[in-house]
């Protein structure tokens, strides 16, 4: 995906994120809602994308050219402005090619992609470790994710 306007699929929202000590019950609508898979998160990296004059497909291509573009980038305090959107980039990604896989809030607005009944990607602390530390790859990660959908499947 190089522009969020060329997809078929409108942007959705995410739910409001849990309080820690506190719930509010409501009860269950009569229609279960749709998870939402399309939620955007990334024009400040599909800019950056642009800027250089590439492009920023939503595949493994797509994780590796950010991949290319965290070990390559000097500026580490510019591109720690850009981990959110990475995640973003990266659970956009899960969500449209993760069979099932869709978008949930957990603790205090952190953004999760529920890939398989019992596990959860929880994608800006992704972004945030191969920032940091280096490793996982956002592709080795990837893998690691259709290894344990494919062993739970």
């Known amino acids: 995906?190089?522009?969020?306007?060329?997809?078929?699929?409108?942007?959705?929202?995410?739910?409001?994120?849990?309080?820690?000590?506190?719930?509010?019950?409501k009860p269950a609508p009569a229609e279960p809602a749709i998870p939402p898979t399309n939620v955007g998160g990334y024009d400040d990296l599909l800019a950056l994308f642009r800027s250089l004059g590439k492009q920023l497909p939503?595949?493994?291509?797509?994780?590796a050219a950010v991949d290319h573009l965290m070990d390559g980038h000097t500026d580490r305090a510019a591109l720690a402005k850009l981990v959110r959107a990475i995640g973003m980039f990266y659970g956009d990604l899960l969500t449209h090619t993760v069979p099932g896989a869709h978008w949930e809030v957990v603790v205090e607005g952190d953004p999760c992609v529920r890939v398989t009944r019992g596990t959860a990607v929880s994608v800006v602390y992704v972004a945030e470790r191969r920032l940091t530390v280096g490793i996982p790859t956002l592709q080795q990660n990837y893998a690691h994710v259709l290894e344990i959908v494919a062993l739970e499947a």
């Open 58 to 63: 939503r595949s493994k291509e797509g994780l």
């Open 1 to 25: 995906m190089t522009d969020p306007g060329d997809s078929d699929e409108p942007l959705q929202q995410l739910p409001a994120g849990l309080p820690r000590r506190y719930a509010e019950y």
